[in-house]
């Protein structure tokens, strides 16, 4: 079950986290955990022996996860959670809208006659539009959406999803100028042991996505052309590479569980000074 | 799999290179159990066209514009499933698993279930076994048995001693083959949780794995909090509506001292106006 050790971590060359804190302060201090996050699609199996083939990898969907170690608790106020900017354009179409006041001036009279006036304007339907002002929602999109969410008074989570592309690429926030949460200790003592921060990116194994596995003997790969890129033979290859590094990313020891998630990358945030 | 990644490598370009299209073909080719080597699979606008897809199961697989005209599959094996919206009719509300009822959390849970009339029947018919010792063997009446059978709801107890009893008997029985792996794996149960106004709300599986959760934590709330009502006593059961309430008030005041031990003890007006002057500072 152990696959050849270097190995065991393939699935995290889609993304690539790193976290670190402010040391924790006593008497209900804040300590600020930032979370540095970057996803990655690329070619791989290029410059490793044992592939016969290389292929593309990139995550379509991800979830990060921040627990604080007791007697550390989250401080929900501060948890940073990424609501898309709106910006509202509104547009006075004020031209078009004085042309048909002057338009309908000499032909009709408001109120002294209902009927009249409103078969004029339907009439002069290419106005009737501008009577409103005309609003437009303009929405800031940002590649990757980001929905936050509680797991109890530990644990916090955040799940990624593309918003116009196919998978996730790049950095989801700044992750200087926006640390992911602030912890909270209570007490008046310094913990005896350090409480640990523990960041972890998981997926399902649906959300990997692996494409185009190129053969590298060039006689092996013209037997693939003209083939269909959604030809069952291509989608069962690739469910097969997804199988083999899932098996070859499980912990030794871990339990074979194909609905637990997949463990992309672990890391205990360091303690930084502060500047 | 084994440790020599490089003959996995070698099977992956085997199915690339297949002669065949047949899903089951490749999958007997992965050397992967076939049941499951489709769970998660990317799909999209393959041509399935005629094929016998039964014995594999494709929960979270994405089949999106596949075409699926004439295949014969396993009642419950696209439950969990990404179809088309003409393939709507591949799913049925059975998405919960044997192994689901087996979880140990859910116990403590007041819940309803309801079997698959066919898959259950087809399950016992495949034990060989009458319906008198099946149901000793679940621990319920056989008139109980009849009604899970038909489909009825039936209590959670009911469905965890029919999952026990289908995984016992085929281990007397030595039931190994892939075919009979896939029958017991496949979707079959729908949970269900009572109304306040009578009838049943379904939950999903995914509600189910939440609550499965959430009775996980409340468990240990109430174990740090020295409750004496936890875990061992399964006579005292919570409604999935009352673990997301716990929930909420232990998360809020995660230092509070306040005991909850009953819904009665809620109820008395004392409770509230408790929680209000929680230790919030």
Same mark, same amino acid.
């Given at each position: 079950? &152990?696959?050849?050790?270097?190995?065991?971590?393939?699935?995290?060359?889609?993304?690539?986290?790193?976290?670190?804190?402010?040391?924790?302060?006593?008497?209900?201090?804040?300590?600020?955990?930032?979370?540095?996050?970057?996803?990655?699609?690329?070619?791989?199996?290029?410059?490793?022996?044992?592939?016969?083939?290389?292929?593309?990898?990139?995550?379509?969907?991800?979830?990060?996860?921040?627990?604080?170690?007791?007697?550390?608790?989250?401080?929900?106020?501060?948890?940073? !959670?990424?609501?898309?900017?709106?910006?509202?354009?509104?547009?006075?179409?004020?031209?078009? !809208?004085?042309?048909?006041?002057?338009?309908?001036?000499?032909?009709?009279?408001?109120?002294?006659? %209902?009927?009249?006036?409103?078969?004029?304007?339907?009439?002069?339907?290419?106005?009737? %539009?501008?009577?409103?002002?005309?609003?437009?929602?303009?929405?800031?999109?940002?590649?990757?959406?980001?929905?936050?969410?509680?797991?109890?008074?530990?644990?916090? !989570?955040?799940?990624?999803?593309?918003?116009?592309?196919?998978?996730?690429?790049?950095?989801?926030?700044?992750?200087?100028?926006?640390?992911?949460?602030?912890?909270?200790?209570?007490?008046?003592?310094?913990?005896?042991?350090?409480?640990? &921060?523990? &960041?972890?990116?998981?997926?399902?194994?649906?959300?990997?996505?692996?494409?185009?596995?190129?053969?590298?003997?060039?006689? &092996?790969?013209? !037997?693939?052309?003209?083939?269909?890129?959604?030809?069952?033979?291509?989608?069962?290859?690739?469910?097969?590479?997804?199988?083999?590094?899932?098996?070859?990313?499980?912990?030794?020891?871990?339990?074979?569980?194909?609905?637990?998630?997949?463990?992309?990358?672990?890391?205990?945030?360091?303690?930084?000074?502060?500047? | 799999?084994?440790?020599?990644?490089?003959?996995?490598?070698?099977?992956?370009?085997?199915?690339?290179?297949?002669?065949?299209?047949?899903?089951?073909?490749?999958?007997?080719?992965?050397?992967?159990?076939? *049941?499951? *080597?489709?769970?998660?699979?990317?799909?999209?606008?393959?041509?399935?066209?005629?094929?016998?897809?039964?014995?594999?199961?494709?929960?979270?697989?994405?089949?999106?514009?596949?075409?699926?005209?004439?295949?014969?599959?396993?009642?419950?094996?696209?439950?969990?499933?990404?179809? =088309?919206?003409?393939?709507?009719?591949?799913?049925?509300? *059975?998405?919960?698993?044997? =192994?689901?009822?087996?979880?140990?959390?859910?116990?403590?849970?007041?819940? *309803?279930?309801?079997?698959?009339?066919?898959?259950?029947?087809?399950?016992?018919?495949?034990?060989?076994? =009458? @319906?008198?010792?099946?149901?000793?063997?679940?621990?319920?009446?056989?008139?109980?048995?009849?009604?899970?059978?038909?489909?009825?709801?039936?209590?959670?107890?009911?469905?965890?001693?029919?999952?026990?009893?289908?995984?016992?008997?085929?281990?007397?029985?030595?039931?190994?083959?892939?075919?009979?792996?896939?029958?017991?794996?496949?979707?079959?149960?729908?949970?269900? =949780?009572?109304?306040?106004?009578?009838?049943?709300?379904?939950?999903?599986?995914?509600?189910?794995?939440? @609550?499965?959760?959430?009775?996980?934590?409340?468990?240990?709330?109430?174990?740090?909090?020295?409750?004496?009502?936890?875990?061992?006593?399964?006579?005292?059961?919570?409604?999935?509506?009352?673990?997301?309430?716990?929930?909420?008030?232990?998360?809020?005041?995660?230092?509070?001292?306040?005991?909850?031990?009953?819904?009665?003890?809620?109820?008395?007006?004392?409770?509230?106006?408790?929680?209000?002057?929680?230790?919030?500072?």
């Amino acid at each position: 079950m &152990v696959l050849i050790n270097n190995r065991r971590r393939l699935l995290s060359e889609v993304a690539s986290l790193d976290a670190w804190h402010s040391p924790i302060k006593t008497g209900a201090g804040k300590t600020q955990v930032s979370v540095e996050l970057t996803f990655k699609e690329g070619r791989l199996g290029g410059d490793d022996e044992d592939f016969p083939f290389t292929f593309k990898m990139a995550l379509k969907r991800a979830t990060l996860s921040v627990s604080v170690e007791e007697p550390l608790l989250i401080d929900r106020r501060s948890i940073a !959670r990424n609501v898309p900017e709106a910006l509202i354009e509104q547009t006075k179409i004020r031209s078009l !809208r004085e042309k048909m006041q002057a338009n309908m001036g000499g032909k009709t009279t408001f109120g002294t006659d %209902g009927l009249s006036s409103n078969f004029s304007i339907g009439a002069n339907s290419s106005f009737a %539009g501008a009577n409103a002002e005309e609003t437009k929602l303009v929405q800031m999109v940002p590649p990757i959406l980001v929905v936050s969410e509680p797991y109890g008074a530990q644990e916090y !989570r955040w799940t990624f999803e593309p918003s116009f592309t196919a998978t996730l690429l790049g950095q989801p926030w700044d992750p200087v100028s926006e640390p992911r949460l602030a912890a909270r200790y209570d007490f008046a003592e310094p913990p005896k042991i350090c409480p640990e &921060v523990e &960041v972890t990116l998981t997926c399902k194994l649906s959300d990997v996505m692996i494409e185009d596995i190129q053969p590298k003997d060039p006689s &092996v790969r013209d !037997r693939l052309k003209g083939r269909y890129s959604y030809d069952a033979r291509n989608s069962a290859a690739q469910q097969h590479l997804k199988q083999v590094l899932r098996v070859a990313n499980l912990e030794p020891g871990s339990m074979d569980n194909r609905f637990s998630g997949l463990v992309l990358a672990t890391v205990m945030s360091a303690s930084e000074p502060e500047d | 799999l084994t440790s020599d990644i490089k003959s996995h490598l070698v099977d992956t370009l085997r199915i690339l290179l297949a002669e065949s299209e047949d899903l089951k073909v490749l999958a007997d080719l992965s050397g992967l159990d076939p *049941f499951s *080597f489709y769970e998660g699979a990317d799909l999209r606008n393959a041509d399935l066209g005629g094929q016998d897809l039964r014995g594999l199961s494709f929960f979270e697989a994405d089949l999106r514009g596949a075409n699926l005209g004439g295949v014969r599959y396993d009642k419950g094996a696209f439950n969990g499933s990404i179809l =088309s919206d003409k393939h709507k009719g591949f799913q049925d509300q *059975f998405d919960g698993r044997l =192994s689901d009822a087996l979880l140990e959390p859910l116990r403590r849970v007041y819940m *309803f279930a309801r079997f698959r009339p066919e898959t259950l029947n087809e399950i016992i018919e495949f034990l060989s076994i =009458s @319906i008198q010792k099946f149901s000793e063997s679940a621990n319920i009446s056989t008139t109980t048995l009849r009604k899970a059978k038909k489909g009825y709801v039936i209590s959670f107890e009911t469905a965890v001693g029919i999952s026990e009893a289908i995984n016992k008997i085929s281990d007397q029985l030595n039931l190994k083959s892939v075919e009979f792996s896939g029958k017991i794996q496949i979707p079959m149960i729908e949970f269900l =949780s009572d109304k306040v106004t009578g009838g049943f709300n379904r939950i999903s599986r995914e509600e189910l794995l939440n @609550i499965n959760a959430l009775s996980v934590r409340i468990t240990e709330s109430r174990a740090a909090r020295g409750s004496t009502n936890i875990g061992e006593n399964l006579l005292w059961r919570d409604r999935p509506r009352m673990l997301q309430w716990y929930d909420r008030i232990y998360n809020d005041r995660p230092h509070s001292r306040i005991r909850v031990t009953s819904p009665e003890e809620i109820n008395s007006p004392v409770l509230p106006d408790l929680f209000d002057s929680g230790a919030d500072d």
